[in-house]
């Protein structure tokens, strides 16, 4: 037994040392940024998943839609990778249309960054740091390195097995990997941020920014901790580095050193230029067609779709939207109710619509109403009662008849009629960032101006990197949400 435990315990080795030795033969290549690195992917496998990748994330999130401000990244991006270990490879810089506070790479050069983190940033070489710490990413291969150290972690897990016919011990290996896999971890954030300064320096930008990127980040951690209003860690960045972190410190000085040699001047003016009308809150691209053309009106808090290609004027109490070659016309007007009574009996007796044909009751997202089509015009009629309110629908085809495609055209118009929800308010009702000079009043006496957000006060702190005491001078350019 005691030889047959022994042997086991040869062949195990054995067999692990073997395995050890052919990955390294087969798969040790030299990282571009000059380290040793076991990785088992090429760099044209590396491209092709990053392109793969590319097209899923596009269709799961929307691209923010300012062509002037994806010109001005993508600007300051090649101009960073053009300084970078792996110059020849096509790099792809997007922002992305989400409120959260995050950036990413995928293998091969795609990078991204979200509007909700860009809010929070104040200068081109704030940006740049955060660009160039992606890049950072992408030229040490961080990703390729994961998904080799994950491949070989599953590998030994199946070796343990097959050796020890334990299948727990293939658990436990995979839990560690795992706990270790679980993001790039300390050191391959230090690794992004010092490449992302030298790439800083080199292209004429302020090394330290990447120190300033942290301390934004953090105040927002902070603050997202005291008012316990959630949000989401910049993959890690809070986790791995801690305020004054020495080795930062220590990665960065040596890139400043290099910077000492540039003289180059960015001006300021471009990034506020840019950034100017930067929106915040959720995105107004809400996922489904119906959302692409969905028309809201915020004084009387009503909403409704038209298909794509329709436009609208509108009053305050009045809408009118035609379709694209305007063979169909759509109008909304408003009457208050005087006494309430059923909506059939109103478009009877109020509107003198009798004899209506294609008839039906109406009750959608909790409110009444009643249709039909008036013979004596071939118009589809509506009114739907919200509030104190009774809202009049009139559909019309421009040639005086009305066919059965485009009666269902004007019902699924009339259906959609609905109020705006809560969680809508920012899309009804949009608001951005706006660069002003500060005339002397106080982040409390601007909240108050716009209560845009229940901690307007300290979100404009933290937009203008005031926080958590800090008040604007007098003359400086400032941050203000309309």
């Known amino acids: 037994m005691k030889n047959s435990l022994l042997k086991q315990n040869y062949s195990l080795k054995n067999c692990i040392l073997s395995l050890c030795g052919l990955c390294f033969l087969s798969s040790c290549a030299v990282n571009p940024t000059g380290g040793i690195d076991f990785v088992t992917m090429s760099e044209s496998r590396e491209i092709e998943l990053g392109a793969e990748m590319h097209q899923q994330i596009l269709q799961e999130n929307p691209v923010y839609q300012d062509q002037q401000l994806q010109e001005y990244v993508n600007e300051i991006g090649q101009k960073l990778a053009a300084e970078s270990h792996r110059p020849d490879i096509e790099y792809s810089f997007t922002v992305i249309d989400s409120p959260d506070i995050n950036a990413f790479a995928l293998p091969g050069g795609f990078i991204y960054i979200n509007r909700g983190l860009m809010l929070y940033l104040n200068s081109e070489d704030q940006l740049a740091a955060v660009l160039g710490h992606e890049i950072g990413h992408v030229t040490a291969r961080h990703s390729v390195r994961q998904q080799a150290a994950s491949q070989s972690n599953s590998v030994l897990a199946?070796?343990?097995?097959?050796?020890?016919?334990?299948?727990?011990?293939?658990?436990?290996?995979?839990?560690?990997?795992?706990?270790?896999?679980?993001?790039?971890?300390?050191?391959?954030?230090?690794?992004?941020?010092?490449?992302?300064?030298?790439?800083?320096?080199?292209?004429?930008?302020?090394?330290?920014?990447?120190?300033?990127?942290?301390?934004?980040?953090?105040?927002?951690?902070?603050?997202?901790?005291?008012?316990?209003?959630?949000?989401?860690?910049?993959?890690?960045?809070?986790?791995?580095?801690?305020?004054?972190?020495?080795r930062?410190?220590?990665?960065?000085?040596?890139?400043?050193?290099?910077?000492?040699?540039?003289?180059?001047?960015?001006?300021?003016?471009?990034?506020?230029?840019?950034?100017?009308?930067?929106?915040?809150?959720?995105?107004?691209?809400?996922?489904?067609?119906?959302?692409?053309?969905?028309?809201?009106?915020?004084?009387?808090?009503?909403?409704l779709v038209f298909p794509d290609g329709w436009s609208w004027s509108d009053t305050t109490t009045t809408l009118n939207a035609n379709s694209a070659e305007d063979a169909l016309s759509f109008n909304i007007g408003v009457q208050r109710l005087q006494a309430f009574k059923e909506p059939r009996l109103f478009m009877q007796?109020?509107?003198?619509?009798?004899?209506?044909?294609?008839?039906?009751?109406?009750?959608?997202?909790?409110?009444?109403?009643?249709?039909?089509?008036?013979?004596?015009?071939?118009?589809?009629?509506?009114?739907?009662?919200?509030?104190?309110?009774?809202?009049?629908?009139?559909?019309?085809?421009?040639?005086?008849?009305?066919?059965?495609?485009?009666?269902?055209?004007?019902?699924?118009?009339?259906?959609?009629?609905?109020?705006?929800?809560?969680?809508?308010?920012?899309?009804?009702?949009?608001?951005?960032?706006?660069?002003?000079?500060?005339?002397?009043?106080?982040?409390?006496?601007?909240?108050?101006?716009?209560?845009?957000?229940?901690?307007?006060?300290?979100?404009?702190?933290?937009?203008?990197?005031?926080?958590?005491?800090?008040?604007?001078?007098?003359?400086?350019?400032?941050?203000?949400?309309?």
């Not at 910077?259 to 959720?282: H, K, Y």
Request: proline fraction near 4%.
């Open 158 to 246: 199946g070796v343990l097995v097959v050796a020890t016919g334990v299948s727990s011990l293939g658990e436990t290996s995979s839990l560690l990997g795992g706990a270790l896999l679980s993001g790039y971890g300390r050191d391959m954030e230090l690794e992004s941020d010092g490449l992302g300064a030298e790439y800083l320096a080199n292209a004429g930008y302020d090394p330290l920014a990447m120190v300033d990127v942290i301390g934004v980040l953090k105040n927002h951690e902070d603050f997202t901790k005291r008012t316990s209003s959630g949000g989401v860690s910049y993959h890690g960045v809070f986790a791995t580095h801690p305020r004054n972190d020495t």
């Open 248 to 303: 930062l410190q220590e990665v960065v000085g040596r890139a400043n050193e290099l910077a000492e040699e540039n003289d180059s001047t960015i001006d300021p003016q471009v990034f506020r230029e840019r950034m100017d009308g930067l929106a915040l809150g959720a995105s107004t691209q809400m996922a489904g067609s119906d959302a692409r053309n969905r028309y809201y009106q915020t004084l009387l808090n009503y909403t």
């Open 349 to 482: 007796d109020d509107l003198g619509l009798a004899g209506l044909q294609k008839t039906e009751s109406l009750s959608q997202f909790g409110l009444q109403g009643y249709t039909g089509v008036n013979p004596a015009d071939n118009t589809r009629m509506a009114v739907v009662y919200y509030g104190p309110r009774a809202f009049i629908m009139t559909g019309a085809e421009a040639s005086g008849n009305l066919s059965a495609e485009n009666d269902n055209i004007l019902l699924e118009a009339i259906r959609s009629f609905r109020p705006i929800a809560a969680n809508e308010r920012n899309i009804a009702d949009p608001i951005s960032i706006v660069y002003v000079r500060s005339d002397g009043k106080t982040y409390a006496q601007l909240a108050a101006e716009n209560p845009f957000d229940p901690n307007a006060e300290d979100l404009l702190r933290l937009y203008n990197s005031d926080y958590p005491r800090g008040e604007p001078a007098i003359g400086e350019w400032i941050k203000i949400v309309r």
